[in-house]
């Protein structure tokens, strides 16, 4: 069963780092491709970045291309989100979720399993 915990969120000042974790008590992570949301206040969910089973391949919105990193470690069942750079416009709630296709899909349709969230917010 997968279960996804989201931890690390905060308060940042713009133009500061921090790193998400998304930790599988189920100690299943190795068997999805594994993707981050983000969904600001009054706004729609959007997608952040996902990563392939393994690690290797790795896809990025827009926003966020160069500025964050997704990364993740199969042997701890977790998958990190490094976020450098901090913007006012990325704070948001934070989540996690795992998919069993095998691409790497900005939809969260594509997605089976969530966490509850974390709140990252960046200050000017």
């Known amino acids: 069963q997968v279960q996804l915990v989201e931890s690390g969120g905060g308060s940042v000042q713009a133009g500061g780092s921090l790193r998400l974790s998304c930790a599988d008590s189920?100690?299943?992570?190795?068997?999805?491709?594994m993707g981050w949301f983000r969904q600001a206040l009054g706004k729609e969910r959007e997608f952040v970045a996902a990563i392939g089973r393994r690690g290797a391949n790795t896809y990025y919105a827009d926003s966020v291309k160069g500025r964050f990193t997704i990364s993740r470690d199969n042997a701890k069942n977790t998958v990190y989100l490094q976020m450098d750079s901090l913007k006012t416009e990325d704070t948001a709630v934070y989540s996690c979720?795992?998919?069993?296709?095998?691409?790497?899909?900005?939809?969260?349709?594509?997605?089976?399993?969530w966490g509850q969230g974390t709140q990252v917010t960046v200050s000017s």
């Open positions: 189920g100690r299943t992570v190795s068997s999805y491709v």
């Open positions: 979720a795992a998919s069993r296709l095998y691409a790497l899909g900005p939809s969260a349709k594509s997605y089976d399993y």
